[in-house]
């Protein structure tokens, strides 16, 4: 167990949707990382928050948004979801975000779009 | 675009053997770090290494990195049915805390 908590495991919907994943850190890590893991790209950075501000960003759709809140949890927020966003979303969390450091991965939320 | 290239993609060998998967890229990593990942999990760190043609073990798992810092390599020695997984390296460089992960090695180890 990494500390790190994701809901939902798994999520199924339609074409068009807009869902939210949710991200609690491990207790004291400041930094939160979003993931995408698809059978065709692999494992693609999204997205880092460190204490409530973006710091870094990869390759995140515009349909894609996120935020840290105070409580430093996090949300990805995908909408008008197409088939090709299927994957597995992971949230990752380190104590002050540096390049050093080592990044705790969540169990992952399954996204099935139909 | 920093691209990491593993190979084999897939590895399935009898226990006892030994293997070894290959991370390979054109560019220059600061870091370089290898995770074993799961199915249903997230990827877990096994070993990070930041100076060139450093070798770091852990068990039965050695881990080098190329002196270019270009590339690096995990042995697995007397294989076992645990070591089963997907290994990914992924390559960062200082003041940029984005990593970049290599195309992954699917191993299975028969018993």
């Known amino acids: 167990d990494s500390g790190v908590t994701q809901t939902p495991k798994h999520l199924i919907t339609a074409t068009g949707q807009r869902v939210t994943l949710r991200c609690s850190p491990r207790s004291g890590d400041l930094s939160v990382y979003w993931y995408q893991q698809s059978l065709d790209q692999g494992l693609q950075f999204l997205i880092q928050?460190?204490?409530?501000?973006?710091?870094a960003k990869g390759n995140i759709l515009e349909r894609f948004s996120a935020q840290q809140f105070p409580d430093l949890h996090s949300e990805l927020n995908l909408s008008s979801l197409e088939l090709g966003d299927s994957a597995l979303y992971f949230c990752?969390?380190?104590?002050?975000?540096?390049?050093?450091?080592?990044?705790?991965f969540g169990p992952g939320t399954r996204l099935l779009v139909l | 675009t920093q691209l990491l290239e593993q190979s084999p993609q897939f590895l399935s060998i009898q226990e006892g053997e030994n293997l070894t998967v290959y991370c390979n890229s054109s560019s220059v990593f600061s870091s370089l770090q290898w995770y074993r990942q799961e199915p249903g999990e997230g990827p877990v760190l096994l070993v990070t290494v930041v100076t060139g043609g450093e070798v770091k073990k852990l068990k039965r798992l050695t881990f080098q990195f190329g002196d270019a810092r270009k590339d690096s390599s995990l042995h697995i020695t007397a294989a076992q049915p645990g070591d089963t997984g997907l290994y990914l390296c992924a390559g960062s460089n200082f003041g940029n805390e984005k990593l970049t992960f290599g195309t992954g090695t699917r191993l299975t180890i028969i018993p």
């Open positions: 928050y460190y204490n409530g501000e973006e710091r």
């Open positions: 990752a969390s380190s104590p002050r975000g540096g390049s050093w450091e080592t990044q705790y």
